[in-house]
């Protein structure tokens, strides 16, 4: 199993600029999440889904959009990035309903100038 | 949802006990996490505990829990160096389909 991945890795935007942050995982789970990382901020959820065509906003939504058409999948659109969006993304996957733990991928890095 | 703080940062020595700890307000909390994140990378589940157990041990990682006064700990014994990372306690965000809520994470550093 490949687990949780995410591309790019890396990504440089300028204001206004539009681009989508893709997520995949194998493992079959239901529940993806987006989650930003800010120095000092630890990780705010954006978005979540609990599965196939079904989503719903985190604490930190605006700007953002999601969709989930397969299970395996569950990209985040920035509409028209900011330098406010400046951060690191992660996307998280987990299975169970009584245990939460998360499966996180290995994270984008975004700038925005 | 739950609200999770702890402290920012924490330095010791090698070979020292190292001990995080972490405050949370969801009493109806199940399960309770550690995550580990080195430098440039992803959170890795370092450790869980279930809300029925006072205590969990794995190899040189303690996690206690204090219920009544909702307090996690995560006591690491013999520190080495590797162990530099960021600490992130977490606990259930039952509102937004199992997702987490996660403390602002502890830096741990190491020194020789």
């Known amino acids: 199993n490949a687990g949780v991945t995410q591309t790019p890795k890396f990504q440089v935007l300028k204001t206004g600029q539009s681009m989508t942050l893709q997520c995949a995982q194998d493992?079959?789970?239901?529940?993806m999440s987006w989650y930003r990382q800010d120095p000092g901020m630890g990780l705010r959820l954006i978005h979540y889904s609990v599965g196939a065509g079904i989503t719903d906003q985190g604490e930190v939504p605006n700007g953002y959009n999601v969709s989930r058409s397969t299970t395996e999948d569950f990209p985040l659109r920035l509409l028209s990035a900011a330098p406010s969006q400046t951060s690191v993304y992660f996307c998280?996957?987990?299975?169970?309903?009584?245990?939460?733990?998360?499966?996180f991928g290995p994270g984008t890095r975004l700038t925005v100038t | 949802g739950e609200d999770v703080e702890q402290s920012l940062f924490l330095s010791v020595r090698e070979g020292d006990s190292s001990v995080i700890n972490c405050t949370y307000t969801d009493s109806s909390s199940t399960y309770l996490y550690w995550y580990k994140q080195e430098p440039g990378a992803g959170l890795q589940l370092l450790t869980y505990?279930?809300?029925?157990?006072d205590m969990k041990q794995d190899q040189r990682l303690t996690v206690l829990l204090n219920k009544k006064d909702k307090h996690l700990s995560l006591r690491i014994a013999d520190t080495q160096t590797g162990d530099s990372a960021i600490y992130f306690c977490a606990g259930p965000n039952s509102n937004s389909g199992y997702a987490l809520n996660f403390g602002k994470g502890t830096s741990l550093l190491v020194t020789p």
């Open positions: 998280a996957s987990s299975y169970s309903q009584e245990n939460y733990e998360q499966y």
């Open positions: 493992m079959n789970h239901e529940y």
């Open positions: 505990i279930f809300s029925n157990m």
